[in-house]
């Protein structure tokens, strides 16, 4: 297992879950570069515009990766602190739920009023370690059973809406559903994007595969193969039955292309069973592949995607604001609409004229990340010099 040094007390890292970690974060600045300079008058699921659709589609890895690697990282931390982790769950869950509707709010809508909350990935991750933490005592096999069930089993709600509660339908859109929580011309409107109820089990499963990170290498990379091939397949049976799993049935479209992206177009809002499979199996495989070829880890590529891993909130909350910042500075450049950009509501709700080609798009998510990585970097740094109790919730 790849480990760094560490000074006496800090925290040890494993190098190449911070890897994938990092590789997620530096894939889920294009979605959001996408959300701030794209064209809302184009649909990215449509199957006829492939490079858009790829565009999304490749950056659907990256909250799944990332909240099953939360869960991961509670079992690593409690196997050195056993005691705290309970108390660590849900307080830092609780923090990153108070860091959503401020410090991250603030940066997708600058707006210092609480008019549009939205409830993002940090806000389920959040959640979902407070629900953890009441799942930890006990053994590992039950928590990783009870995230199955609700991986598998969660699509089977799929035909409840929100209706059928009345009044307290906007508690079903909390925990299964998406949309707002409240009228639109609502003076606060709660948007719930995460249900919880998957992303629970999601990160109750990364929890449970917690010990397959303690194994020898040999017999881990096994582990991860035999994993990644097996969850790919029940992708692959699933969909092409298409009697179970994601709410849109894929269909033959005119051209080969479309049809193969049909068939991988699942559903996020809530992550239907066959979305969690399609990203998840081949996380293991790489994960297996690189732990196979660790002089990757040493190449310039592999220390900067580690570097990002290891400071995946500072990344996140600095990459919002730098978009956002760099979004109304091109749209004023080019004399185009401002007032969507800054407004108080999500970029997605930008009108039809606004926004940018794809082209300069790829081009703003490469220098995000090239300007986030020196941040990256001295935080990571503090982070391995020092073990503060605070580092832990940043």
């Given at each position: 297992?790849?480990t760094n040094?560490?000074?006496?007390g800090?925290?040890?890292?494993?190098?190449?879950?911070d890897?994938l970690?990092?590789?997620?974060?530096v894939?889920?600045?294009?979605d959001h570069t996408?959300?701030?300079?794209g064209s809302?008058?184009?649909?990215p699921?449509d199957?006829?515009?492939?490079?858009?659709f790829?565009?999304r589609?490749?950056?659907?890895?990256?909250?799944?990766v990332?909240?099953?690697?939360a869960?991961?990282s509670?079992?690593?931390?409690g196997?050195?602190?056993?005691?705290?982790?309970?108390?660590?769950?849900?307080t830092?869950?609780?923090?990153?739920?108070?860091?959503?509707?401020?410090?991250v709010?603030i940066?997708w809508t600058?707006?210092?009023?609480?008019?549009?909350?939205?409830?993002?990935?940090?806000?389920?991750?959040g959640?979902?370690?407070?629900?953890?933490?009441?799942?930890?005592?006990?053994p590992?096999a039950?928590?990783g059973?009870?995230?199955?069930a609700?991986i598998?089993?969660?699509?089977?709600l799929?035909?409840?809406?929100?209706?059928?509660?009345?009044?307290?339908?906007?508690?079903w859109?909390?925990?299964h559903?998406?949309?707002?929580?409240?009228p639109?011309?609502?003076?606060?409107l709660p948007f719930?994007?995460?249900?919880?109820?998957?992303w629970?089990?999601?990160?109750a499963?990364?929890?449970?595969?917690?010990?397959?990170?303690?194994?020898?290498?040999?017999?881990?990379?096994?582990?991860?193969?035999?994993?990644?091939?097996a969850?790919?397949?029940a992708?692959?049976a699933?969909?092409?039955?298409?009697v179970?799993?994601?709410?849109?049935p894929?269909?033959?479209?005119?051209?080969?292309?479309?049809?193969v992206?049909?068939?991988l177009?699942?559903e996020?809002y809530?992550?239907?069973?066959l979305y969690?499979?399609m990203?998840?199996g081949?996380?293991?495989?790489?994960?297996?592949?690189?732990?196979?070829?660790?002089?990757?880890?040493?190449?310039p590529?592999?220390?900067?995607?580690?570097?990002?891993?290891?400071?995946?909130?500072?990344?996140?909350v600095?990459?919002?604001?730098?978009?956002?910042?760099?979004a109304?500075?091109?749209?004023?450049?080019?004399?185009?609409?401002?007032a969507?950009?800054?407004d108080?509501f999500?970029?997605?709700?930008?009108?039809?004229?606004?926004?940018?080609?794809?082209?300069v798009?790829?081009?703003?998510?490469?220098g995000?990340?090239l300007a986030?990585?020196?941040?990256?970097r001295?935080?990571a740094?503090?982070?391995?010099?020092?073990?503060?109790?605070w580092?832990?919730?940043l």
């Amino acid at each position: 297992m790849e480990t760094n040094e560490r000074p006496c007390g800090a925290r040890p890292r494993i190098d190449s879950l911070d890897w994938l970690r990092g590789l997620v974060m530096v894939v889920m600045a294009l979605d959001h570069t996408r959300d701030f300079f794209g064209s809302s008058g184009l649909d990215p699921r449509d199957v006829e515009e492939p490079l858009l659709f790829l565009t999304r589609w490749v950056t659907h890895f990256c909250a799944p990766v990332f909240v099953f690697l939360a869960g991961t990282s509670a079992y690593l931390y409690g196997r050195k602190r056993p005691d705290d982790l309970r108390r660590f769950l849900w307080t830092r869950g609780v923090w990153l739920v108070v860091l959503e509707w401020t410090v991250v709010r603030i940066g997708w809508t600058f707006d210092l009023l609480p008019g549009f909350l939205p409830m993002q990935v940090i806000w389920a991750i959040g959640w979902s370690m407070v629900a953890l933490s009441l799942l930890v005592r006990m053994p590992v096999a039950w928590v990783g059973a009870i995230g199955l069930a609700v991986i598998f089993g969660h699509n089977a709600l799929d035909g409840v809406s929100p209706e059928h509660f009345g009044h307290l339908g906007w508690l079903w859109t909390l925990v299964h559903g998406f949309g707002p929580l409240a009228p639109m011309d609502a003076p606060l409107l709660p948007f719930a994007a995460y249900a919880l109820i998957p992303w629970v089990g999601v990160i109750a499963v990364g929890f449970a595969f917690g010990p397959v990170m303690g194994l020898p290498a040999p017999l881990r990379r096994r582990w991860l193969y035999g994993l990644g091939l097996a969850t790919t397949a029940a992708f692959v049976a699933l969909r092409a039955l298409g009697v179970y799993g994601d709410p849109a049935p894929w269909a033959p479209q005119p051209g080969a292309l479309a049809t193969v992206l049909s068939f991988l177009n699942c559903e996020k809002y809530p992550p239907s069973l066959l979305y969690l499979l399609m990203t998840l199996g081949p996380s293991f495989v790489v994960l297996a592949l690189l732990e196979r070829t660790s002089g990757l880890l040493q190449r310039p590529v592999g220390r900067a995607l580690v570097t990002v891993g290891r400071v995946p909130l500072l990344y996140y909350v600095l990459h919002v604001y730098l978009i956002h910042a760099a979004a109304i500075a091109a749209t004023a450049w080019v004399g185009g609409p401002l007032a969507t950009l800054w407004d108080g509501f999500h970029p997605i709700f930008k009108g039809p004229d606004a926004g940018f080609h794809l082209g300069v798009v790829y081009a703003v998510w490469i220098g995000v990340v090239l300007a986030l990585y020196p941040a990256c970097r001295w935080f990571a740094g503090v982070k391995q010099r020092r073990s503060d109790w605070w580092l832990s919730y940043l």
